[in-house]
């Protein structure tokens, strides 16, 4: 245990001491919030069950998390942030420097670009995020502003470039990015606090980026430089990775990148969160959720028993941040038995509503499609559903080896020095897909030969193919 596993325990357990009669109920909790689905256990895709996220704020040890690659995350004491390019004083600060400027605290929704891309029809290969890929959080830094102010700023400058210290594995490309400028003065935070907590690790401590309102891929974990440059950057994750079309087309088919533009803000979604699976004929039960968009507020949430139809206000709870989510309730009373399947979308405060089919495209962002959520209605009260008990691996543990083949020990040697066998384990791509993505695999330092290369796309196409199905890990985050 690090020193600060050790207080987070010795603080839990003098809790549960002084409050003995609670301690229980407490322990039974905390033992709910451990748990995120691993998606891949090298590098860390892991995402919040949506039946705990339920809070305002999400607890920093169940937010989501999504590694590109193994990080190698920085000492506090030895990190350093660098402020330069196209302006007048380039500033090189510690963290300790860094908190002695004014601090900032905002509170919003944090959304990988890809959430909801394992929804998406037809299938779309990459990591395949389901709903639970978002959190609400608190965060607190230093304006990016003030940054900038510090270092004063040059006219020529329009975009901010940003990275990390990570750095990929092979020949993959680095996940080097950039934002508009005016985005940046407006809304960044460098942030080196979470809920109150020093940022995580697995967040990008000791300190990442913050762009309320704007797609995970801006928000840069274990930050290292911010430059000011007159143009974006370039590179794979700019060029080609994190862009959406402008406008819609027919699914499945590929756009080209001029016809995309970077994803920036979100698009109005919202989801339900633990919804019961039976209840009674006439009984009233409550229904909740949360609703975010790229615009600040949500004006209106609706839950649709008809598939759209006809649609019923819910109500909006009053808690609310600029960019934050906003929980809703409804109050429903099933009138029939049978199965109901329950949709529900949101109006942005900027009047965008949600579309019942998202936009479809290549990398599956922003999926926004209504959610649904099936409930079976009986005559009777429906039995208790039994708890669920025993030890949770740790985040990033050991995952099912993949299934006995020919192209095996190929996948092994080739595919498993940068990412688990998840990666491979929870795609359902076509022949054709199979091929592209060892292709661009190759391209990245894959040692795959020909005659193996064939051996593997049949092997991966067998097992992994479009009827494929895969059940995440259920783990608890390590703490660090
Ligand atoms: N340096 C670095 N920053 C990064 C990433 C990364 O791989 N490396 N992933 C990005 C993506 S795609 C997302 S969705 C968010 C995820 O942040 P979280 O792990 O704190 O939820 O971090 C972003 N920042
Ligand atoms: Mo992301």
């Known amino acids: 245990m690090t020193p600060f596993d050790r207080r987070h325990f010795v603080a839990l357990a003098v809790a549960g001491a002084l409050t003995p009669f609670r301690s229980l109920g407490i322990r039974q909790a905390e033992e709910g919030r451990r748990r995120l689905l691993q998606l891949n256990g090298y590098a860390i895709n892991a995402e919040t069950p949506l039946d705990l996220l339920t809070d305002y704020l999400t607890p920093n040890d169940l937010f989501f998390v999504r590694h590109h690659w193994q990080p190698s995350i920085p000492e506090a004491r030895a990190w350093r942030l660098v ?57 607190t830094g230093v304006r990016v502003k003030d940054l900038l102010d510090r270092a004063v700023l040059r006219a020529s400058a329009r975009q901010l470039h940003t990275s990390g210290t990570d750095t990929p594995p092979g020949r993959v490309p680095p996940f080097h990015r950039s934002l508009e400028i005016e985005k940046a003065l407006d809304d960044g935070i460098v942030a080196y606090a979470m809920n109150g907590a020093p940022l995580p690790a697995l967040h990008g401590g000791p300190a990442r980026l913050v762009v309320p309102g704007w797609a995970g891929d801006h928000w840069m974990k274990w930050l290292a430089r911010l430059s000011a440059q007159p143009e974006p950057q370039r590179g794979f994750y700019m060029d080609v990775a994190y862009r959406f079309p402008k406008s819609p087309g027919a699914p499945g088919v590929a756009f080209r990148p001029e016809e995309m533009a970077p994803v920036t ?44 139809e006809s649609w019923q206000d819910a109500a909006l709870d009053p808690r609310h941040d600029p960019y934050a989510w906003r929980r809703w309730t409804f109050r429903w009373t099933p009138g029939r038995s049978g199965l ?31 959610d649904a959520a099936e409930i079976q209605v009986a005559e009777t009260a429906p039995p208790r559903a039994p708890s669920r008990r025993g030890e949770l691996p740790e985040l990033g543990a050991a995952t099912p080896a993949l299934p006995d083949g020919e192209g095996r020990a190929i996948a092994e040697r080739s595919c498993l020095a940068c990412h688990s066998g998840d990666v491979l384990r929870q795609q359902r791509l076509t022949e054709r897909q199979w091929t592209a993505s060892l292709t661009k695999m190759k391209g990245w330092g894959a040692e795959v030969g020909d005659t193996d290369a064939a051996r593997l796309t049949a092997y991966l196409t067998e097992h992994f193919g479009p009827q494929n199905r895969f059940d995440p890990l259920v783990t608890r985050p390590k703490r660090r």
């Open 340 to 370: 109901f399947r329950l949709r529900v979308r949101a109006t942005d405060s900027r009047g965008s509503s949600q579309p019942k089919t998202p936009v479809w495209n290549q990398s599956g962002y922003l999926f926004n499609g209504w």
């Open 265 to 308: 803000e979100l698009a109005v979604k919202s989801n339900f969160t633990g919804v019961p699976a039976q209840v009674r004929v006439g009984s009233s039960i409550t229904l909740r959720g949360f609703a975010f968009s790229g615009a600040p507020d949500i004006d209106r949430v609706e839950v649709s028993e008809d598939d759209g």
């Open 83 to 139: 402020v330069d390019g196209q302006v007048e004083r380039a500033l090189s600060l510690s963290l300790a420097e860094l908190k002695r400027m004014p601090a900032t605290t905002v509170t919003c929704v944090l959304q990988c670009a890809g959430n909801g891309r394992g929804l998406q029809d037809p299938p779309i290969p990459g990591i395949q995020w389901q709903r639970g890929a978002v959190g609400n959080a608190r965060w």
